[in-house]
DNA sequence: AAGCTTTGCAAAATAGAGAAAATATATTAA
DNA sequence: TTAATATATTTTCTCTATTTTGCAAAGCTT
């Protein structure tokens, strides 16, 4: 390892010389000298030390990536393509600004804070937390935070990042209902946040267009996959009462999809599906998922661009995103 | 930020008995102290700063993950599910050892080597690079590192986590030839490592089973997405002369397959496809598609497994994974 | 009681870099 | 010539935690 006393010793000046021409703030540095350190440095490849910089500088450069631990499926949250895609892009806008990615996939607000401390992390962004959990987050953690789908009552005092939930579930209701239908299930693994808000929205739509819609039709089906859920009894039964069903996920719509149709389903003669999402496979299944669509690299480039503004002491704001409604092929009018 | 020292000063002894405490190593401690000093640190809410040991230990606890970055697409390659996949358990097998993911998304040798010195890395995982960019890698870079979906000459210098590609490959050639399949194409937008293997096993196949095959059968399509890829005039007219596509990934055939049908192939009735990874909605799509399937969290264990062995001083060896033809609807009987 | 070991703790050195203060050198002005 | 002023560079301190060395007190042996 070469430090910046090697290269000074190389040279023969001063530690400080160095450090001064590798980001020469406030003092001067002759010419002369500073073509020899310059040489010096590329020849002898010094790299700067990160743990010394974060020592020194009492800062990072690390952006940590909150990840929620459920706990609950086996598979990691990557592997549902929206995150994959949203966590890629996040990496890609964190990079563009000089700083790192540390994914942090964590099971409670204290081992957040833990994490952040210990690194001493220049920004946080929180991406799938339960509304009680970044109530709480927010609540203790004094350094600049970015939270993305996070639905808290005080506006003021947060940033959060989201597209327009409540008015994806209000369009998939309006269009629901216009395509005839009146026995329809909404289905989320949450019943907070994001899912909540697009039921909210998703109930208005179909009252507006006279349907009647109450609380039991938003399924909560915790920790149970798309596959899985259809091997229940009573949701199979359930569901042999719906024409449709709209699922807060295009994940987990398409994970259902296809068990519903083994199970003897026929989608969408006898039941049409939607999702929220609009993955990059959602267009490829048969039937083409009808499905509410977010950009998800402009949510990413927000969410970085509201962490940064935050950082260089920028006001606080959040920001909400359009959502389109795509429609395709798994609804049919009844 | 509470340090050592305020825990030293709170109870009343040196820095170093704090030290011993948290880590009692080669020192002891009266127990009526080191109960002092425990209760000293759970009070004032301890966490060690990572920028500190990094620099008084000379490791990280950090573990690189370097994606490469073609710069070709515009899209992270996260987004390829099978990139979500791979690094979400790879995070989950790295937190399992009680150390960081640092998700590092290059575009050279020089700059992952100058990542790791910056972050003194503890390990390295290389997961898609080029053959002639992990050779150059393997060649300078001197710490543990584990590489994955690598073919490389001197197997004994290195090691490698893949799934048998070219057994894989063999496989699809075996089974499109028994499909009566004599028009073939194997599209990649790669001809080295991993989907040459795919190739030279799948031209074995069907070599194997008399199907004339010759090089000009393998097709790269770099830098171009599935669905531009049938844009132009000149691979539909090839297309057009096939009656079965091999892509070397999910992916890339799924996005391709949607684009094939708009374009007016009947798939499979006129063209047959397969892939390779066997992705979570590869099973949902009309038709259904067959393919090779790897398990990626088997792959993302056995490589932090190798990757912390090697860590440990524990000895250099390579493995490969068993794959598993899936067959579905895609590829019909000529 | 002299000499030894064990116990319990602290001081100092170390890790790599940044920042403030101090110092040396050169230039200009009086 | 001396003082004032730029300019160039070094010294010293700081950041937090580990590690090596040192040292006093207590306990043990002969």
Redesign the pocket.
């Known amino acids: 390892?070469?430090?910046?006393?090697?290269?000074?010793d190389q040279v023969?000046?001063?530690?400080?010389?160095?450090?001064?021409v590798?980001?020469g703030?406030?003092?001067?540095?002759?010419?002369?000298?500073?073509r020899k350190i310059e040489a010096a440095i590329r020849e002898m490849g010094?790299?700067?030390?990160?743990?010394?910089?974060?020592?020194?500088?009492?800062q990072s450069s690390i952006i940590g990536v909150i990840l929620f631990d459920k706990g609950s499926r086996n598979e990691p949250t990557l592997t549902d393509p929206y995150y994959g895609s949203l966590v890629g892009y996040l990496e890609q806008y964190i990079r563009d600004k000089k700083h790192y990615m540390l994914m942090l996939t964590v099971s409670n607000v204290e081992e957040i804070i833990r994490q952040a401390k210990?690194w001493n992390l220049d920004g946080l962004i929180a991406c799938n937390l339960q509304p009680d959990v970044i109530r709480h987050l927010y609540a203790l953690y004094p350094n600049p935070l970015v939270s993305l789908d996070a639905y808290l009552e005080n506006k003021e005092s947060y940033i959060n990042i989201a597209v327009d939930d409540f008015g994806g579930g209000y369009q998939m209701g309006r269009y629901l209902a216009a395509m005839g239908h009146r026995n329809v299930l909404m289905i989320s693994d949450n019943d907070q946040g994001v899912d909540h808000q697009r039921w909210l929205g998703f109930k208005k739509g179909l009252g507006e267009a006279k349907v009647p819609v109450s609380d039991k039709q938003h399924l909560l089906v915790s920790n149970i996959s798309g596959e899985r859920m259809v091997q229940y009894k009573r949701y199979k039964e359930l569901f042999r009462k719906q024409t449709a069903l709209f699922f807060s996920s295009d994940y987990y719509a398409l994970e259902a999809c296809s068990a519903l149709r083994e199970t003897g389903f026929r989608i969408p003669e006898e039941l049409s599906l939607a999702g929220f999402d609009d993955l990059f496979c959602s267009g490829l299944m048969t039937p083409k998922l009808t499905t509410i669509r977010q950009d998800i690299e402009q949510k990413a480039r927000m969410t970085v661009d509201a962490l940064f503004c935050l950082m260089e002491g920028g006001e606080k704001r959040d920001w909400v995103l359009p959502v389109e409604l795509i429609e395709r092929e798994s609804v049919r009018r009844v």
Not at 1 to 8: H, P, V
Not at 12 to 17: E, I, N, Q, W, Y
């Open positions: 390892m070469i430090r910046i006393k090697d290269i000074a023969g000046v001063s530690a400080t010389t160095v450090s001064n590798l980001h703030k406030q003092q001067r540095v002759s010419p002369e000298t500073r010094y790299v700067p030390n990160m743990g010394a910089l974060m020592l020194a500088k009492e210990a």
